[in-house]
């Protein structure tokens, strides 16, 4: 139980809240007591009682404390220097007391809420915790450590460990008020005795089972945000999605293996105290920590989950855990090495914060879950960031249509603006990128020089020009390497059959007073190639001749991709401007260019047109 003392004439301050946010982790009963109501004037005390009554209940909405009793006292009429004195100027009191006010109402509201704890009293020497208080030697019989089982139980002959002095010893006997005892559990006051044992080498501390408090530097904790807390501290917070996804499969085991019975009986059992405090009052799982899982790191605290990691089922089953704010793995280090149990409570502040900054000063629970060493442990941790870099679809590749939902698509698309141009693109080889619609590809090679690649979508993608491309992967923290990691899998291919695009129809030209045909792909189709056509000299290669001019024009426009040139090899071909008649002597790349052998060379310029004749 917690009694909140609040001034009646300040009510909710900075200090208080704190109070409140640490009342809520480790108990289920508070009581408000609102002091110094003298300070009112007595015939407004009734009215400005009732007001500060109100403001407090309006502070507390929204807590476990909601319903909580409250009471005015005066714990010394007259304030705190008529109680150095023992009384007020002027005033004689009874005995030197100074007067207090209604603190018979507090001691009724305390005994009307007080109830029993519930102890844990099967027998468990296993987790033993001993706060000492008192170690004095007995001649003749040992050195008496006298305190309070916080936790478990011990018996005569029990070995104990005294973590601070790193030794053990064995009980010699036990004594609960002047009377030998056979065994002590959660609760008891009693006396150990044991022997060998120097008394000047402790005076206060604990003992324990052994093994069960160590010496730790740090340790792996799952935490909780409190509630106002506001600043954002170092980047020790990662795996919020993953531990959500871990406490979700626990609640769901938990339900399947616990019956209603087993359910209450647990959670009559949560709450007992213990060594290190309760984490259980705090509302932290018992989660167990996997060193070889993945863990995303976070540069601040979540105050929720992302729309699209936040399992919308699970909150219509579960709830939404009362609006707390999510969990998170945190990774602690101690200035000060401790003794400490794991699954104790720990709550994390700045407390060399001003403290009238009208901001809460505490961080955020936790319950130790492991041990960390960050000089051996951190190499172990498996934290990673998520990279992510956008690039654009500069070219597509042939148009398919998908046979099972007929729609059109390419499965070979180009990209740019992702790499530089001196980048080493056979690092990136076989990396994924996706689309904004989720399309995923492969990228299969480098494409140029320029930096440019070529991905190929298994599945097809209906992407356009200018689209973006995503290249997202992530990175773990401690990997000197920096390599590239990706849990994306390639979709199942998807067949299709190629869609020729439609022809684009040229209008008849009329230049230097002679009529051109068209030079389009229909009129250059299969069926129109017996007939003339024409084209232009893109360049001119092969040997120079004597005569200065060249063997060879490339010419573009007699043929569309699809011809078949090797068909029309020996066909005459005219220049429009000089009338120099060469023959085709076969294709040119995969573009529909055709190479044209001139045997007295050609004098025409790069760019002027020819004419194919018909076959004769």
Not at 20 to 45: G, Q, S, W, Y
Not at 162 to 167: E, N, V, Y
Not at 320 to 344: I, K, N, Q
Not at 365 to 389: F, I, M, N, P, Q
């Amino acid at each position: 139980m917690v009694l909140l003392v609040v001034d009646a004439t300040k009510g909710m301050q900075t200090q208080t809240a704190e109070c409140l946010v640490i009342a809520e982790m480790t108990t289920r009963n508070l009581i408000v007591v609102l002091n110094k109501i003298d300070l009112f004037p007595e015939h407004e005390r009734e009215e400005r009682l009732r007001l500060a009554e109100k403001k407090m209940r309006n502070a507390l909405r929204g807590t476990k404390f909601e319903d909580a009793a409250m009471v005015g006292i005066s714990a010394c009429v007259g304030g705190e220097k008529v109680a150095a004195i023992g009384g007020s100027s002027g005033v004689d009191f009874p005995g030197n007391m100074s007067v207090t006010h209604n603190i018979h109402g507090l001691l009724e509201i305390l005994q009307a809420q007080m109830r029993a704890p519930n102890r844990d009293f099967k027998p468990s020497p296993d987790r033993f915790h001993f706060a000492v208080d008192h170690c004095f030697p007995i001649k003749g019989q040992g050195t008496v450590l006298t305190g309070t089982c916080l936790s478990g139980s011990a018996r005569p002959n029990d070995m104990v460990e005294f973590p601070t002095l790193a030794t053990q010893k064995k009980i010699k006997g036990l004594q609960m008020f002047r009377r030998k005892a056979n065994i002590i559990q959660q609760g008891d006051r009693a006396g150990i005795c044991v022997s060998n044992f120097d008394a000047k080498l402790m005076e206060r501390g604990v003992i324990a089972s052994p093994g069960t408090v160590k010496l730790i530097r740090g340790a792996i904790a799952v935490v909780r945000k409190c509630g106002p807390y506001n600043r954002h501290g170092d980047s020790i917070f990662w795996g919020a999605r993953e531990i959500a996804e871990q406490a979700d499969r626990a609640l769901e085991t938990f339900e399947a293996e616990t019956s209603s019975l087993n359910k209450k009986s647990q959670q009559l059992t949560l709450g007992n105290s213990s060594l290190g405090g309760s984490a259980d009052l705090a509302g932290l799982p018992r989660l167990k920590f996997d060193w070889n899982q993945d863990f995303l790191h976070q540069d601040d605290y979540l105050d929720t989950l992302p729309q699209h990691e936040n399992n919308s089922e699970t909150k219509q089953k579960h709830g939404d855990d009362h609006g707390l704010p999510p969990l998170h793995w945190a990774r602690l280090e101690f200035l000060t090495p401790v003794y400490c149990p794991m699954d104790s409570l720990v709550i994390g502040s700045r407390l060399d914060t001003e403290v009238n900054a009208h901001a809460c000063r505490l961080a955020f629970s936790g319950r130790l879950v492991a041990r960390y060493d960050a000089k051996t442990d951190d190499k172990r941790l498996r934290t990673y960031t998520k990279k992510e870099r956008a690039g654009t679809v500069c070219r597509l590749g042939d148009p398919y249509r998908r046979n099972d939902d007929n729609q059109l698509v390419r499965y070979e698309v180009f990209g740019s603006d992702l790499f530089k141009k001196e980048t080493n693109m056979s690092q990136f080889v076989g990396l994924f990128v996706e689309t904004d619609k989720g399309d995923i590809g492969c990228i299969q090679s480098s494409f140029g020089t320029s930096g440019k690649f070529r991905v190929h979508f298994p599945s097809g993608t209906d992407v356009k020009e200018g689209d973006p491309l995503y290249l997202r992967f992530k990175r773990y923290a401690n990997d000197p390497r920096k390599a590239i990691h990706q849990d994306i899998r390639l979709p199942p291919s998807r067949a299709g059959y190629r869609v020729d695009p439609p022809a684009k129809k040229k209008k008849n030209k009329q230049k230097n007073g002679v009529h051109l045909e068209a030079s389009n792909s229909e009129s250059t189709s299969e069926s129109h190639k017996t007939e003339v056509a024409f084209g232009d000299i893109e360049k001119l290669k092969g040997d120079l001749l004597a005569n200065g001019k060249y063997t060879v024009a490339i010419v573009l426009g007699l043929f569309s991709m699809e011809d078949d040139i090797s068909k029309h090899k020996g066909r005459k071909v005219v220049s429009v401007t000089t009338e120099e008649v060469g023959v085709i002597n076969g294709s040119f790349g995969k573009m529909g260019k055709c190479k044209v052998s001139f045997k007295d060379g050609i004098s025409a310029e790069e760019g002027s047109r020819v004419k194919m004749l018909a076959f004769s």
